[in-house]
C-alpha cells in the first residue's frame, strides 16, 4: 500500500504537471494560428507591391496598383481571416461535406452531387470573359499564397477547426470561387421547397382551397386556382411516414438555416430632392441565417493606378472577390433578395419495361447517368451512387424533403433551375459594376446577370437613384395553371418553360417622382407587368414600414432617420393579429388573466427588455400548434413558422376549412377555445424555460442571435467557444428582423435568421458611412475579432471605413506587404 501511495504521488508530483504544461503548450500553439498583423510575403503572379493594411476593426485596406493585384490581395486577407468558412463552402459545393463530418452529411452529398453545382461552375468558368477569368485567377493565387506560405516557429499553420478535425486544405481553384457564388443561390432559393409543400398537403388529401388556406397569396396575386395535383399527377392518398431529418439541401452549410423562407431584406434609396442635405442616401440589410463567422467580410479595396484612384468599400463573401454590397468613390448599392421563381419541379414518369427511361412529350428517352462515390470521414467507408437526370434537369434524391413519399409509383422528380445553367456569367456582372460610375452603367453592367434575382438599388454622386432587378426568369406557357406554385407532369409539353424574360423588360425604375424606392421581399411589380415572378412573395408588413418610415414620409430623410429605421421594431403583423387573438379570449374563466393584461399593455415593440414580446411569440407559437397540428399531422413541421397572413386570414372568417376545430377530440371547439387554451400552454412553457417569476421574463435573452458555428454549433463544449450569442431585438416582421424557429422545441424564440449586414451611404460625405457584420472579421476564436461586433450589431451600430489615407492610416494596427516575386 506504501508503494502505491508513493507513486501516487510521484505521479500527481511530476505527470500531472506535465499534463498540464502539455495542454498549456497546446493551446498555445493553436492561438498562435492567428496570422501576424504584419508580414511580407513574395507572390508571383503580382504587377507591383499590394499593401494589406489592418485597422483597429480588422478591417483590411488593400491597395495595390491594379484591379487583380487588389483581388490577389484580398484573396489573401480572406484566407488569412475565413479560412476555414471557405474550405466548408467549397466542398459543400462538390458534394464533399461527409469527408469532413462523416455519416451525417452523407444525404446533403447526395443532394449537392445530384445537382451538379460543381460541374455547373467549372463550365461557367470557361465562358467568362478573360478580364473576368483573369481577376478570379489573381484572387485565387492571393488564397493560394497564404495556403503555401512557411509556417510559423511553434504555431499551427491552420485555424483550430483544421487541427480538430485533422483536416488538410488543397489548392483553391478558380472554379472553386464560382461554386462559392453558386452557393448563394442554394441559400437563398426556396420555392421547390414550397412546392413540395404544396404536393404534401395534396398527397395528404387537402383541396386546392385548403392549401391556398395553408400558402395563401397576396391579396393583390389574382391566379388561377390550382389545379387538383391529385388528378393532375395522378397521386394517391393515405398516411404519410416522413423521416422528419435535417436532410434540406444547406442544412450543413449554415447549421439551423431557415429551410422554407429564404432571403429576406430591407433595403432603400432616397433622393436628395427628398433629404436634408440634398444628396441621395441609401441603407441595405440583408436578412440571412445568423452563422459564425458572419457571411460577410468587410474590405476597402483601393486602386491606385495611373489614371487615378479607385476605392470600393462594402461587404464581400469569403471565397469571391466581388464587393457585393457597398460603394465606391461614386455610387452606392444595396441588394434584397426578389424571390423569383426560378425552379420547377418535374414529375417524370418511368418506363415500366425499361427503368432506364422516361416520358416525354416525344415519347420515351434515355436519363442520363454518372456513377458518384462520396468518401466518408472515419474509416474506409464510401457511398456510391448513381445520379441521373432528364431533359429539364437532375433527379432529386427521394430523402430530399421526403419527396419520394409523396410521389406516386414508377415516377421521379426532376428540378429544373436557373442556377444549374452552365452558362451563368453572373460573375462577369459583378465586375463589370465595379467599373460603373452612374446608375444607368451599373444597371447596364447587369445584363449577363444570371443568378440569384435580387432587387438592387443605386445611387450616384450625380444625384441619380435606381432599382434594377437582374436575374434570369422563367416564362411559362399561359395554359399553365400551376404558375410553378406546384410540381407539375415533366411528360406534357405545356409545362416545359417557353423562355426567359428579356433583360429590357426586367423590373427597373429610375428617379421616380416620388424620390425614393424601397423594397422588402414583397411583390416590387403591378398588375400591369406581364410577366410572372412569383406568386410566393413574402408578407407585406415590412414593406408597409418602409413605406411609412422612408418612402411616403415627406419629413426630410436624414442618416440618422434610416439608421432608425433598420433599427425598428415595431410588428405590424403583431398589431394585426394580436388585438383579434386578445379579443377571442378576454374576459373568459379559463384563461391567464395576468397573461391577457401584458399583452393588452403591449405596443407590439418587439424590444430586448420586455416580456410581453416572449409571451406573444411563446402564444402564437402554441396557437399554430394548436390549431394546425392535428391537420396536418406529419406535415406540419416543415410547414411550421410565424405565417402572419395564415393567422389573420383565420381570425378574420376568411377560410373555408375550420381549422381551430381538433380533430383528435369528439367534441367541437371553437378558435376562442383553442386560442385560451394555448395561452395556457404558453405561460406555463415560459415557467418550465425561465422560471416562475414573470418579471425575469425578456425577450432579448431568449430570442438570442444562433450565431451557429458549422460544424461545431452541434458540439458541446466548442458550440460555447465557436458560437457566437448575443441577446437581440426584432421579430419575424419588424424591420430589424429577428426569425425565430418556432418547430425547434429546444430554442424556439432563437433568432435564427436576421439582419446580417448593415450598410448605410450618405452622399454628402462617403467616408461617414457606416457598415457592421454580426460576428467579426476573424474567423478564429482565439482572434479580439472573432466576435467584437456582435455587441454593436446588436445595438444597430456601426463602423466607418473611409476611404481617404488620412483617416484610416492613423487606426492601422498591422500591415502586409506582398511583392511580386
Known sequence: MRRIIKALVRFIFVAVPLLIVAAGAGFIWLARSLPPVSGTLAVAPLS??????????????????????????????????????????????????????????????????????????????????????????????????????????????????????????????????????????????????????????????????????????????????????????????????????????????????????????????????????????????????????????????????????????????????????????????????????????????????????????????????????????????????????????????????????YLPDNTVAALQWVALAPDDLTMNAGLKALEASSVEQFQAAMSSYVTPMQSMVIADASGNIGLIAPGRVPIRDPLNAVMGRAPVPGWDATYDWKGTIPFSRLPRQNNPPIGAIGTANTKIVGADYPYLLTLDWEEPWRQERVDELIVNNRTPQTFAMSRDAQADVRSLAFADIGPKMLALVDGRDDVDVAAVATLKAWDFEMVRDSGAPLIFMAWLRESMIGIYSDDLGPAFDRWFEARGNVMLNLLDGKTQRDWCDDGTTPGKESCGDILAASLDRAVADLKERYGADRDKWNWGAAHKSAGAHSPFSEVPMLNSIFDVQVDSPGGPFTLDRGKTRLADPDTPFINASGSSFRGIYDFEDLDKSTYIQTTGQSGNPFSRHYRDFAVPWSDVEGITIPSDPALYEPDIVGTWQLTPG
Do not use: C
Open 48 to 405: 507591383d507591391t499590394v499593401t494589406i493594411a489592418r485597422d483597429q476593426n480588422g478591417v483590411p485596406h488593400i491597395s495595390g496598383a491594379t484591379m487583380d493585384d487588389v483581388f490577389m490581395g484580398l484573396g489573401f486577407a480572406h484566407a488569412q481571416d475565413r479560412l476555414w468558412q471557405m474550405e466548408v463552402v467549397r466542398i459543400a459545393a462538390q458534394g464533399r461535406l461527409s469527408e469532413l463530418f462523416g455519416e451525417t452529411t452523407v444525404d446533403s452529398d447526395i443532394w449537392l452531387r445530384s445537382m451538379g453545382l460543381y460541374e455547373a461552375s467549372k463550365a461557367s468558368y470557361e465562358l467568362l470573359s478573360d478580364d473576368t477569368r483573369a481577376a478570379v485567377d489573381a484572387y485565387s493565387a492571393g488564397i493560394n499564397a497564404w495556403l503555401s506560405r512557411e509556417g510559423r516557429t511553434f504555431a499551427s499553420k491552420l485555424p483550430p477547426e483544421f487541427v480538430i478535425l485533422g483536416h488538410t486544405p488543397e489548392p483553391w481553384e478558380p472554379a472553386h470561387t464560382i461554386a462559392a457564388l453558386k452557393m448563394m443561390s442554394v441559400t437563398l432559393a426556396k420555392n421547390a421547397a414550397d412546392e413540395v409543400m404544396r404536393l404534401s398537403f395534396a398527397r395528404l388529401g387537402y383541396s386546392s382551397q385548403d392549401i391556398a388556406e395553408l400558402l395563401p397569396l397576396l391579396p393583390s396575386d389574382n391566379p388561377p386556382p390550382l389545379p387538383d395535383l391529385t388528378a393532375l399527377l395522378e397521386l394517391s392518398s393515405g398516411p404519410l411516414q416522413i423521416s422528419g431529418k435535417e436532410e434540406d439541401r444547406d442544412a450543413l452549410v449554415v447549421p439551423h438555416q431557415d429551410r422554407t423562407r429564404k432571403g429576406a431584406s430591407n433595403n432603400w434609396v432616397i433622393s436628395g430632392s427628398r433629404t436634408e442635405s440634398g444628396q441621395p442616401i441609401l441603407a441595405n440589410d440583408p436578412h440571412l441565417s445568423l452563422s459564425a463567422p458572419s457571411i460577410w467580410y468587410l474590405a476597402h479595396l483601393r486602386v491606385e493606378a495611373d489614371d487615378g484612384v479607385r476605392n470600393f468599400i462594402g461587404a464581400t463573401t469569403p471565397g469571391s472577390p466581388l464587393v457585393l454590397l457597398g460603394r465606391s468613390d461614386t455610387l452606392a448599392w444595396g441588394l434584397t433578395n426578389t424571390g423569383s421563381d426560378v425552379q420547377d419541379i418535374f414529375i417524370e414518369k418511368v418506363n415500366p419495361d425499361n427503368d432506364g427511361e422516361y416520358l416525354t412529350p416525344d415519347g420515351w428517352q434515355a436519363f442520363g447517368s454518372a456513377e458518384e462515390t462520396i468518401k466518408i470521414r472515419g474509416g474506409s467507408d464510401e457511398r456510391v451512387f448513381t445520379r441521373r437526370w432528364t431533359r429539364h434537369g437532375p433527379v432529386l434524391p427521394p430523402t430530399y424533403l421526403d419527396i419520394g413519399q
